[in-house]
């Protein structure tokens, strides 16, 4: 029986296509999201249940709810978060890589330029997960290998009381007023890249006299995003404020220290980048963390700052990210792929303000 080459190329096109689709949903996508985290679940299951997350973050202990909630919502999991800055989490997944010992199935990072490298590279797996097009276009990947599942935000932070008074700062130039003086708390800018970013904002607007004078307020740097809060809140630093930190869109009403955002400067938003890697030792427990994760339970929840998709309304009070003149997480990936750039930051404010000093975060119990 004679087959025509047209045909055989024809199917050979097909299986490729369905194959492509497989690797790119793992579920049927004709489910609804609802149905596909339950099939990815059952799949998770059969797998052995397990599954580890290298979670950029610079406190132990900020995983906790988050891993509580995952194992509570599908019995029979184990989910294990592993905590680090992410500078640090990156260097340790490309050791791992290199000698075929990979722990993680899935890395949640903020550095960004990292996922563009290991595509690159070949080491990470393409996978669709639902509410794929209600994703920024600009914080995921257009061939599927990483995608933003949270969009954070660093802005001005101080005790609600300072602020129903009047007496705290929310706009750059306000941290330069002299009633501050001794008053300010900030992460070294040359040990977390995102910082960093707030200070090129300010520097390229107002020239680095604007850090010369911040410096000469006495500025108290520590190391860790969350320490500045966890010493306003302790009162280590006497009716702190600082800008170096993120906080809830949502506070609770008895919250001590709250965030406050600017309408003249710049404030930081960045998308918090995840991918599964091609070799990950739990492939579906992998994809069913990241579609649960972009689900409308989590998306909606005060865990995520802003959502990473369009089609969820943002916290009361607040707009969505694009609908803000002075933000932008597009931004902060184009500063985070120029390495170059960020290297001379971070080694200029090393002559300015010194290597970091002091305990890391990871070690405050606090955090």
Excluded at 79 to 96: E, P
Excluded at 154 to 161: D, E, H, K, R, Y
Aim: net charge neutral; charged share 20%.
């Amino acid at each position: 029986m004679r087959i025509s080459i047209s045909l055989i190329l024809f199917s050979a096109l097909s299986l490729f296509r369905a194959n492509s689709a497989t690797i790119q949903h793992g579920y049927d996508p004709t489910l609804s999201p609802n149905e596909a985290i339950d099939f990815l679940y059952q799949k998770a299951l059969i797998e052995g249940g397990k599954l580890i997350v290298y979670s950029g973050g610079d406190g132990s202990k900020s995983r906790l709810a988050l891993t509580s909630r995952f194992n509570q919502r599908f019995p029979g999991m184990n989910v294990k978060f592993i905590v680090n800055l992410s500078k640090y989490h990156d260097i340790d997944i490309d050791d791992q890589l290199a000698n075929g010992t990979l722990i993680p199935s899935v890395a949640h990072l903020q550095t960004v330029h990292d996922f563009y490298r290991w595509k690159d590279e070949g080491k990470l797996m393409p996978f669709k997960p639902p509410h794929w097009d209600q994703i920024y276009p600009e914080i995921k990947d257009p061939e599927y290998y990483f995608t933003s599942l949270n969009i954070i935000s660093f802005s001005p932070n101080a005790l609600a009381s300072d602020y129903e008074s009047g007496n705290a700062p929310i706009e750059d130039l306000d941290f330069l007023d002299p009633k501050y003086k001794n008053r300010i708390v900030m992460t070294y800018p040359n040990d977390d890249d995102a910082v960093l970013y707030q200070f090129d904002k300010i520097i390229s607007r107002y020239g680095w006299q604007y850090v010369e004078k911040l410096v000469a307020q006495n500025v108290t740097w520590v190391r860790g995003t969350g320490t500045p809060l966890v010493m306003i809140n302790n009162g280590t630093i006497s009716n702190g404020v600082t800008f170096t930190s993120g906080n809830s869109l949502a506070p609770a009403p008895d919250a001590r220290v709250v965030a406050r955002y600017p309408t003249k400067s710049w404030f930081l938003t960045w998308g918090q980048t995840a991918a599964i890697f091609r070799d990950a030792p739990h492939p579906a427990a992998a994809k069913l963390f990241i579609a649960w994760y972009l689900s409308d339970e989590i998306q909606n929840s005060t865990s995520v700052q802003w959502s990473s998709r369009m089609d969820i309304s943002p916290k009361s009070g607040f707009k969505q990210v694009q609908d803000y003149p002075n933000t932008s997480p597009r931004d902060f990936i184009k500063f985070m792929l120029n390495r170059p750039h960020v290297e001379y930051l971070r080694f200029r404010f090393e002559r300015l303000i010194g290597t970091p000093q002091g305990q890391s975060s990871l070690l405050d119990p606090n955090q």
